[in-house]
């Protein structure tokens, strides 16, 4: 059995794939266009850069595939707004949206004929999402990776949001590992699709650093914690010295800020910095955002074999459960 196609708004992955925009140059172009090559959607994540850099990139992604490419705001961020129109007029595929909640994004998104994609924690904003206009949402629980909106792990969350939601495909996402996981919430939890984004990060087009791609590798179960992002939010992280300065002492850093592009910011660190830090290889005083479940990849396939194997694993486990799909 094939696994279904994901429809949002007027595209349709032939994969129901989505890999997870990871914000300050983690998932660019290289990773996203390789993603959407293969029929999944590929995500550029879209804040903490420059938004010229931001527009080159989605340009240079829509250059190398015809499939679709979509790029990971976060509300959270100053220019939010200046982000989400520069990325439709370098052509961007579709929006997503997370680390807070837009209403205005909707009628943009709208007026230019570009779906607006929400990711949500709750089934209260999944409905807000849905009733405001979302062409789908992203449920995403407590085991994903970087800034979290709730404590709550997937197989609880996701059928709370599922009950309340159906005009809009849903998207399960947070600790999705394998394509059984992904036969798992499209069969028995009636997911449309799944976003994931640490696996992503162990492939061999996402351009962090090796030593980011070390730690991934060598993290352990218990080396994920949660921490205090400034963005006033709780993150989810690999734990090193600079985590543990930052849970001894609240504050790392001098608390002068040269940027200023969080609409609220608790000036605890530079997460920009810190992100930027980690990703070209200081993974000592970086900041290392990962989902719960990196411990269990220790491999760097391209991104065409991982989603090879994925597929297939999907696949050969629907058959096992004998669910019928939408194209079957
Ligand atoms: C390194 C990293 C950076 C991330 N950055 C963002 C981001 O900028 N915006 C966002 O909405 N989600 C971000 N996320 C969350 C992912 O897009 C995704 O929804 C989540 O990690 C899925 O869980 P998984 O990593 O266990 O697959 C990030 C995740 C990681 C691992």
């Not at 009636?190 to 962090?208: H, I, K, N, P, S």
């Not at 608790?266 to 005083?285: A, H, M, N, P, Y």
Request: proline share 4%.
């Amino acid at each position: 059995m094939r696994l279904p196609e994901l429809k949002i708004g007027g595209f349709t992955a032939r994969v129901p794939i989505v890999q997870g925009g990871m914000s300050v140059r983690v998932s660019r172009s290289s990773l996203a266009a390789a993603v959407a090559e293969c029929g999944g959607i590929g995500t550029i994540g879209g804040s903490g850069i420059p938004l010229e850099e931001l527009k080159a990139d989605i340009r240079r992604a829509k250059e190398m595939t015809q499939g679709i490419i979509a790029v990971n705001i976060m509300f959270a961020i100053r220019d939010f707004a200046a982000a989400v129109l520069a990325s439709i007029e370098a052509g961007v595929d579709m929006i997503v949206t997370g680390a807070g909640f837009s209403r205005d994004v909707f009628a943009v998104g709208e007026e230019h004929g570009v779906p607006v994609v929400s990711i949500v924690s709750s089934p209260q904003l999944a409905r807000l999402a849905e009733k405001s206009g979302a062409a789908a949402i992203v449920v995403e629980s407590t085991e994903a990776g970087g800034h979290l909106g709730t404590d709550e792990p997937l197989r609880e969350l996701f059928p709370r949001v599922r009950e309340l939601v159906t005009g809009v495909p849903l998207i399960a996402a947070g600790g999705i590992s394998d394509g059984y996981d992904i036969a798992e919430m499209m069969g028995d939890y009636g997911a449309d699709g799944v976003q994931m984004a640490t696996r992503f990060v162990l492939t061999q087009e996402c351009d962090v650093a090796d030593a980011f791609k070390d730690m991934y590798r060598k993290a352990g179960r218990d080396d994920v914690v949660e921490m205090q992002s400034p963005v006033g939010l709780p993150g989810r992280a690999i734990r090193n010295p600079f985590l543990d300065e930052l849970a001894e002492f609240g504050v790392v850093g001098d608390g002068r800020c040269k940027r200023v592009c969080l609409k609220k910011c608790t000036k605890s660190f530079c997460i920009i910095d810190r992100l930027d830090q980690s990703r070209e290889g200081d993974v000592v005083g970086g900041l290392v955002f990962s989902g719960s479940e990196v411990w269990r990849y220790d491999d760097e396939p391209t991104v065409k074999e991982l989603m090879d194997r994925l597929v297939s694993e999907a696949e050969s486990a629907y058959r096992g459960r004998g669910v019928a799909t939408a194209r079957e």
